[in-house]
């Protein structure tokens, strides 16, 4: 990379290898978008065309509708690079967590092999086309096969991350209706063996659950029970390794992958087969570069959307090797990250600002011993990337030489809509950069929407609440417009920054809470009049959640402190423990009684509190903020 002013720009050595590296595309793609999107989306296998490309009713639409399509065709027996040429590719590497094991390698035969195999378990468990499958695995090869099994025959995958709690599996095994779970005995996490199968035995309580299949990873001792629970291995033993693709619409649901929104309960964001599929193809291909030689390493669990498109989907979809690592990235030396990057010779590194944040922590010398030759390009999502960090991730792991893509995306989007191409730029620290050749986006009043015709892989829906859907993403600026709950802002290029949130998600270390969902946990506790969870901000995993509460009953503070962090605990799992908890005796509210969360953030930001005469008790706020000194 080269710096113009205040601008980076790939070299011209990269510029003329990389796949997308003409600017016209974006003039070709705002001309007419759903012509773009069309030829684009020619280049898959379909079983048959589409009719109509784009179809608006609004709040909803269709893409490629009438097409027929399966996801997993596409990555083996259809794959746009010819199975013959990928068969013995190696699809996926993984690393275990424990040094002393080896890394398993499955090429893109295998892989198939498994997933069929799998596949054709799951039909004799009596699943079908459009049933729900729960997924409760942590990074271990099979969530992979899992998800790519379920979309084999056309069943919806509804994968839970592995550090959500039972009560958190429970709320989306039983929105969905998941009549099968599959689950492992335990993995391996800094050392220690977590025993998963516990937890996936508590959260089935009370779901329509009936069968169990375990995945034995770490020969922990689990809890058995006879009539529901299925090894994975020896489902799988007498299977035929091929399975007929289902042939699915275009508009069939692929997968539910729930999300944290405005309000306590998550949201199901479904999300459909064709525009995903093409979306995950050729964000993937144009914005990590994708080469028949890539091997992508996407840091993130597929337990979030970002490990469902770049770990899994669009490397797959791309015939190149992706690479999952089981563990902790700082497990068992700090730099087990670096180690994995040179060892697999990486050449993509993909990861969330909060991670930098802590490499960078851990030592830059630490890091230097490391050249990371393979290496041709970074990317950064999850949560806004500060300057500082852009730099330093940019100088000392890629060396100023591998571009670094910043990229904007969500849950709800599928894939990457917003972020500069690798061979075209240009670049800004603390810039995503622009739409994705084919979005439009508007900026107005600060809040970033995106404009008709969106994007392939953006949701359908939410899951079986279709008023929760136009309240939250189609009510702020009429149906017409997917209103994101971001803040942004374009400089003088067009180059887009995002400022954060409007509305109450918190970024925590990269995942997406609510202080809505915090606070909801909390007032489960008997002791609890009220409480308040605001996001602050922290150096390292960019922001925490800390709650103020007000307790009635007389038990001692530090009982009910370690109480409440139990319950947050259960309720939705160790990532959102909050940072700190103060007692007080009041929360600043207005007349009408509205707790003014802005306030408590304020005490925190150093900000200026502004005019207080409008609270109906303006000295709650001092005496918090004594609290906080303390
Ligand atoms: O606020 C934005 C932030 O993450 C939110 C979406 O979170 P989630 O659904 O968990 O998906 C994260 C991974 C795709 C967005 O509304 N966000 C995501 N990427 C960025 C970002 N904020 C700033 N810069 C980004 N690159």
Redesign the pocket.
């Known amino acids: 990379m080269f710096k113009k002013g205040n601008l980076y720009f790939p070299t011209e050595k990269f510029r003329k290898s990389a796949l997308a590296n003409d600017k016209k595309i974006y003039q070709e793609a705002a001309k007419d978008p759903i012509k773009f999107w069309e030829k684009l989306a020619q280049q898959l296998f379909w079983f048959e065309k589409w009719e109509k490309a784009f179809v608006h009713k609004p709040p909803y639409f269709q893409w490629f509708q009438g097409g027929k399509i399966n996801i997993t065709s596409n990555i083996f027996e259809k794959n746009t690079l010819g199975f013959n040429k990928i068969k013995n590719k190696t699809a996926l590497i993984w690393e275990p967590e424990p040094t002393n094991e080896k890394p398993r390698i499955l090429t893109y035969d295998e892989l198939f092999k498994e997933v069929n195999k799998f596949a054709n378990a799951l039909k004799k468990l009596g699943v079908k086309k459009g049933d729900r499958v729960g997924i409760y695995l942590p990074m271990i090869p099979e969530v992979m096969i899992s998800m790519l099994a379920c979309a084999r025959i056309g069943a919806v995958h509804v994968v839970v991350f592995s550090a959500f709690s039972p009560s958190a599996l429970r709320i989306r095994l039983q929105d969905t209706g998941a009549k099968i779970l599959i689950t492992t005995d335990g993995y391996y996490r800094r050392d220690k063996v977590i025993n998963l199968k516990q937890n996936a035995d508590d959260g089935v309580k009370g779901t329509k659950v009936k069968k169990v299949v375990v995945v034995k990873r770490a020969g922990n001792k689990i809890p058995w029970q006879k009539d529901r629970n299925l090894w994975y291995h020896e489902l799988i033993k007498k299977q035929s390794d091929q399975c007929d693709p289902e042939v699915m619409d275009s508009e069939d649901l692929l997968f539910v992958l729930y ?2 929104g405005s309000t306590g309960t998550p949201k199901g964001t479904t999300h459909a087969c064709g525009g995903y599929t093409v979306q995950a193809y050729w964000t993937g291909k144009w914005i990590f570069d994708l080469h028949k030689d890539s091997i992508l390493w996407c840091t ?1 669990d597929p337990g ?3 490990g469902h ?1 770049y770990t899994v989907y669009s490397p797959l979809l791309n015939g190149v090797t992706t690479l999952m690592f089981e563990g902790a990235p700082n497990w068992p030396t700090p730099d087990r990250w670096a180690q994995i990057i040179e060892k697999h010779k990486a050449t993509i590194f993909y990861t ?2 909060t991670a930098i944040r802590m490499f960078e922590k851990l030592g830059t010398d630490l890091v230097r011993k490391h050249k990371f030759e393979t290496l041709r390009l970074l990317g ?6 500060d300057e500082a960090a852009w730099k330093w991730y940019f100088k000392e792991v890629g060396k100023e030489r591998c571009p670094l893509v ?8 599928g894939g ?1 809509l ?2 500069s191409l690798p061979g075209i730029g240009p670049f800004k620290p603390g810039f ?1 950069g622009l739409p994705f050749p084919g979005v439009k986006v508007q900026i107005k009043q600060e809040n970033l929407l995106i404009l008709p015709p969106f994007a392939p892989g953006l949701l359908r829906g939410i899951y079986k609440n279709p008023k929760k859907y136009l309240e939250t993403y189609w009510s702020q600026y009429g149906k017409k417009v997917y209103f ?3 803040a942004a802002y374009k400089d003088k290029n067009g180059l887009i920054r ?1 400022v ?2 409007v509305d109450d ?1 918190i ?1 925590v270390a ?3 809470l609510t202080t809505g969902e915090l606070e909801a946990a909390i007032n489960l506790h008997p002791d609890i009049t009220e409480c308040a969870v605001i996001g602050i901000p922290d150096k390292i995993k960019g922001e925490v959640p800390v709650a103020f509460v007000v307790l009635k009953g007389k038990k001692p503070e530090l009982k009910v402190k370690e109480e409440l962090l139990a319950l947050v605990r259960k309720q939705i799992g160790p990532i959102a423990k909050p940072k700190e908890i103060y007692i007080v005796k009041e929360l600043p509210k207005t007349r009408s009684g509205k707790i003014m969360r802005r306030i408590l953030r304020k005490l925190f930001t150093g900000k200026e509190l502004g005019d207080l005469s409008t609270l109906a008790n303006p000295e709650s706020v001092e005496a918090i903020r004594k609290i906080i000194k303390k």
Do not use: L
Request: no cysteine; net charge negative; hydrophobic share 30%.
């Open positions: 999300t944290s993130s979030w959307v970002t498109t969330a600002p950064s999502v999850g949560e806004p990337i910043d990229t904007w995306w969500q849950t709800e989007t990457i917003i972020t995503t994101t709950s971001d995002i954060g949130r998600v970024k990269g995942h997406r």
